[in-house]
């Protein structure tokens, strides 16, 4: 799915004096918005992006009694690391990165 963004106005690099307006006196802004040019800029997003734009506005992603509780055991010195779980993930989290499942 894309999503395709229009932007406002553009500004042009000059902007006219009014032809009554004395030398010097520089133009109104009714002047200077007759000289903005609108553009049709856009942006694509991937499914990926999508998807990760959607699991942000989800609410609280993060499970803040478990934090709580691994800070506890960190300060106590009694967090055991298990580095068979941390190979593990980090085998399936290079899988996913590569495209598999």
Known sequence: MNTTIK???????TQPKAPSAAAGQPASADQVASTVKTSDDSISL???????GQASKAGDVMDTHKVEAIRQQLASGTYQINP?????????????????S
């Not at 932007?7 to 690099?13: E, M, N």
């Not at 068979?84 to 598999?100: C, D, P, S, V």
Request: glycine fraction near 16%; avoid cysteine.
């Open 7 to 13: 932007t406002g106005i553009t500004p042009q690099q």
């Open 46 to 52: 991937t499914s990926s992006a999508q998807a990760l």
């Open 84 to 100: 068979g779980a941390i190979a593990t993930n980090l085998l399936k989290l290079e899988g996913q990165l590569g495209g598999q």
